[in-house]
């Protein structure tokens, strides 16, 4: 399956600060869709990115795909505690399997 | 739609049993994922199977691991004989098609002692 790096793997932040997770590919993706696990829970699919340079917005969530369509960016404003979770990219680079394999995630911890 | 439905929730068997999970898929889904997450090891593909054919087994770690379709809409997941190193939380996941977004099922946390 398609291998992607993310970063970073842990992140501590202050209710109400900004966080950023990426997700880096050394290949091509055809798309990629990002998905978030709560604690104790199931990996929920969040949204999917096709085009180049593509940008969408769920709310505070700021999904990002990258113009050369090899890396990708969440961003979330002014987190909440119910931000808590793993946010994990899954890549797509077409065909067979890949796309299927998940990134390490970015285990995400909201001080109050 | 009740969603991916995976049995049982929790699983504790002593080292050399068999143990069995099953899945059933969403109606109208293609593609049937089998995942395990382990805190070292991440959330890994273990197999996936399109129509209920098997497209790649190639992340089943060892012959112990075994995973069918007998139709369109269940999926069994077998370890035997089992080892406390399978401990896990064992999902399985279903798509429309391949690159589809994915609906997991609640998992099957398995604990071998």
């Known amino acids: 399956g398609q291998q992607v790096m993310q970063i970073p793997q842990y992140q501590h932040v202050q209710e109400g600060e900004d966080f950023t997770t990426y997700c880096n590919s050394s290949?091509?993706?055809?798309?990629i869709q990002w998905y978030k696990q709560r604690p104790g829970g199931h990996p929920v699919f969040l949204i999917q990115?096709?085009?180049?340079?593509e940008v969408k917005k769920q709310k505070r969530l700021t999904f990002q795909f990258g113009e050369a369509k090899k890396n990708s960016s969440l961003h979330i404003t002014a987190t909440q505690t119910t931000d808590v979770g793993t946010y994990f990219c899954?890549?797509?680079?077409?065909?067979?399997?890949?796309?299927?394999?998940f990134g390490k995630g970015t285990h995400l911890i909201i001080q109050p | 739609d009740a969603g991916v439905i995976q049995s049982p929730r929790h699983e504790v068997t002593e080292m050399g049993q068999e143990v069995t999970l099953r899945c059933k898929l969403i109606s109208g889904h293609n593609s049937l994922f089998w995942y395990r997450q382990t805190m070292m090891r991440g959330l890994e593909l273990l197999i996936y199977f399109n129509n209920n054919v098997p497209i790649d087994d190639s992340g089943m770690p060892e012959d112990r691991f075994s995973a069918k379709m007998p139709n369109a809409s269940f999926s069994t997941l077998k370890i035997q004989p089992s080892e406390p190193r399978d401990s896990a939380v064992y999902f399985c996941?279903?798509?429309?098609?391949?690159?589809?977004?994915?609906?997991f099922g609640n998992g099957t946390r398995l604990t071998v002692t």
């Open positions: 996941a279903s798509s429309l098609m391949g690159s589809s977004p994915l609906h």
């Open positions: 990115l096709v085009k180049s340079g």
């Open positions: 899954a890549p797509y680079s077409g065909g067979g399997a890949d796309g299927l394999t």
């Open positions: 290949t091509t993706l055809s798309n």
